[in-house]
């Protein structure tokens, strides 16, 4: 068993976790998670759009945990299963490396939610997880 790719998929599957209470608890949720005002005021006006969003997003991350799990060895193979970790860690890897455009922007005094570094790191770091799990061997 691959331990890199359980910790990625256990980090996939808080992320999906996350997004399921992220729709449940509505407009002030979507604000701090930077989803931004138009959704926010969305769902204030108890649009469903919001939500079934937030709601496909935790689906997409929970298929990024199961594909983790199988490239782990933990469950059956799925298909396309090393090509698709291989996109997953970079998909990731790709949104955290806006950590270091938004401490550019924090170093010019330029106004960032101070989550925001924090999210991106976090990214990063599941990528790097998710990239570096894959390339252990094993995922085929």
Do not use: D
């Not at 990024?64 to 090393?82: D, N, T, V, W």
């Not at 924090?118 to 061997?137: D, K, P």
């Amino acid at each position: 068993m691959n331990p890199i790719l359980v910790i990625s998929a256990g980090s996939s599957f808080i992320l999906a976790l996350l997004h399921v209470w992220i729709a449940w608890k509505g407009a002030p949720a979507y604000r701090f998670f930077g989803a931004g005002e138009g959704m926010a005021r969305s769902a204030e006006r108890g649009s469903p759009a919001p939500a079934v969003l937030t709601l496909g997003l935790a689906l997409m991350f929970a298929a990024f945990g199961c594909y983790a799990l199988a490239g782990a060895g933990a469950i059956p193979p799925l298909p396309f299963q090393a090509p698709v970790l291989w996109g997953i860690g970079s998909v990731y890897a790709l949104r955290g490396l806006a950590v270091f455009a938004e401490l550019v922007m924090i170093r010019q005094g330029r106004a960032v939610a101070p989550q925001n570094p924090w999210f991106s790191l976090a990214a990063l770091l599941i990528g790097v997880f998710h990239l570096w799990g894959s390339s252990l061997g094993g995922v085929s």
